[in-house]
C-alpha cells in the first residue's frame, strides 16, 4: 500500500508560481515511479508530468513543456511539481500518482495509487 498526500494548490494570477509537493508513505519511495495529473471541471484527467524513480528520467505533456518541472526527494519520500508561468487554462485539481512498475507512464492506467489532489486556480 502506498498513501500520498499533495498539498501546495491555491489561488495565483496568470504568470505567477506554485509549487505542488506531494508526501509518500507506506513502501519504499525510491523504488517507484511517481507522476502528476490534473482533471479540469467536465473534462478527463490529463497526464502532466512523470519522473523515473532515480529521478534521472523525466516526462511532461505538451501544454507544460518549458514550464513545469518534476523533481523528487527520495530521502524525503516527497515528489515535487513546480509550475512557473501559470495560465488560466492551468487551473484544475492536480493529483499525483504512484506506478509500482517503476516506468512513469502518461497514461493514469499505468498507476496504481493516488493521492486526493489539490486545488490550483490561475486567474486572469
Known amino acids: 500500500q502506498v498513501q500520498l498526500v499533495e498539498s501546495g494548490g491555491g489561488l495565483v494570477q496568470a504568470g505567477g508560481s506554485l509549487r505542488l509537493s506531494c508526501a509518500a508513505s507506506?513502501?519504499?519511495?525510491?523504488?517507484?515511479?511517481m507522476g502528476w495529473f490534473r482533471q479540469a471541471p467536465g473534462k478527463e484527467r490529463e497526464f502532466v508530468a512523470a519522473i523515473s524513480w532515480t529521478g534521472g528520467r523525466t516526462n511532461y505533456a505538451d501544454p507544460v513543456k518549458g514550464r513545469f518541472t518534476i523533481s523528487r526527494d527520495n530521502a524525503k519520500n516527497t515528489v515535487y511539481l513546480q509550475m512557473n508561468s501559470l495560465k488560466p487554462e492551468d487551473t484544475a485539481v492536480y493529483y499525483c500518482?504512484?506506478?509500482?512498475?517503476?516506468?512513469?507512464?502518461?497514461?493514469?492506467?499505468?498507476?496504481?495509487?493516488w493521492g486526493q489532489g489539490t486545488q490550483v486556480t490561475v486567474s486572469s
Open positions: 500518482a504512484a506506478d509500482l512498475r517503476g516506468r512513469g507512464s502518461s497514461s493514469k492506467g499505468e498507476y496504481d495509487y
Open positions: 507506506g513502501r519504499t519511495f525510491s523504488s517507484y515511479a
